[in-house]
């Protein structure tokens, strides 16, 4: 007969006699393990010597051993009962522990959240953010990843992230998204730039210019924000692309590879030889959401969601 045809036999559970041991009689018979008197055991838990006796009696006879040794003062541990006791204790330990840690997971007090992030500046928004989220939530655990809006929803929908930030107001198909925080675009000159001493430009100035951008973080937004921009306006449209941080392409706009468009949450960082300006003509500031899956159920992310939106609601945008 072939392998596939044949019936496979049902498995075999076992019955464990731990999982017929009423919680009550291990909580009982470590009281007397502890008092070594039934009496005080009894007292202690508020109940009946009686009932405690019963209990560690009918314990005995289920495990067939004998746990403790009766005498006219009290009890003392067999050498079966101090090996049981202890066992059993460091299971009443982790069960307590586990009964704890679920209350606080559910309360959002205790747990860990995955975000991914563009990039994180030093007293931007989502910096402020995830600062006073730490704050109010110490027992949390944050890990962040940092890459492109795309790698960052790939990520989420595989459910190695709980929430991503993004620039815009996508709108990403089987995923929830809410406006979070807005930040104007600025344009980076080198220093010694025509336009570096104007106290702004317009993206008919800009027409003519070679922009440099990131390949990560949100390069590949700016890229298409660029070509939105001045697709119209530029018969040779020049934008190259580069994989290094943002640091090392503010230094390479300084030394004169081009021009590149930046949030204004990156002006503060020190970076020597550029300028930055407004874009006059640009319609509004950049939104910033944030994305996460409708079947999280987290509380953590529910926290930080709420705590995002009390941010927004306050003002604090950059």
């Known amino acids: 007969m072939a392998l596939g045809n044949r019936r496979r036999k049902p498995i075999k559970t076992r019955a464990w006699l731990g999982s017929r041991i009423p919680l009550t009689s291990l909580v009982q018979t470590l009281a007397v393990a502890e008092y070594l008197n039934f009496r005080h ?3 202690a838990l508020g109940v009946a010597q009686s009932s405690v006796s019963a209990r560690v009696k009918a314990l005995e006879e289920d495990l067939g051993i004998l746990l403790f040794e009766r005498h006219a003062r009290g009890v003392r541990l067999t050498e079966a009962g101090r090996h049981f006791v202890e066992r059993v204790t460091t299971g009443i330990d982790h069960l307590d522990h586990a009964v704890r840690t679920a209350g606080m997971v559910a309360r959002g007090e205790h747990g860990s959240l995955r975000i991914g992030i563009h ?8 910096a402020d953010l995830l600062e006073q989220y730490r704050k109010q939530h110490p027992g ?5 990843a940092e890459g492109t809006a ?3 929803v ?7 992230l709980d929430v991503t930030f993004m620039a815009g107001s996508p709108e990403v198909p089987d995923c929830h998204s809410r406006r979070i925080w807005s930040e104007r675009l600025l344009i980076v000159l080198p220093s010694r730039h025509t336009l570096a001493g104007d106290a702004g430009v317009t993206w008919t100035d800009l027409a003519g210019e070679t922009f440099i951008v990131r390949h990560g973080g949100t390069g ?3 890229y298409d924000h660029i070509v939105k921009r001045l697709a119209g306006r530029c018969a040779n449209l020049s934008i190259l692309r580069f994989d290094v941080g943002r640091g090392t ?3 390479m706009v300084a030394q004169g590879y081009g021009i590149t468009i930046v949030c204004e949450a990156t002006s503060p960082m020190h970076a020597t030889g550029v300028t930055f300006l407004p874009i006059l003509d640009e319609p509004e500031p950049l939104a910033f959401s944030a994305i996460w899956s409708p079947h999280n159920r987290s509380p953590a992310l529910r926290s930080l969601l709420d705590l995002a939106g009390e941010m927004g609601r306050s003002g604090r945008t950059t």
Do not use: K, T, Y
């Open 41 to 43: 055991a009894a007292n």
């Open 119 to 126: 990039a994180l500046i030093p007293g931007s928004f989502l």
């Open 140 to 144: 949390i655990e944050v890990e962040i």
């Open 150 to 152: 795309r790698d960052g």
């Open 154 to 160: 790939m990520q989420l929908r595989a459910g190695r």
């Open 220 to 222: 590949p937004q700016v």
């Open 249 to 251: 392409l503010l230094s």
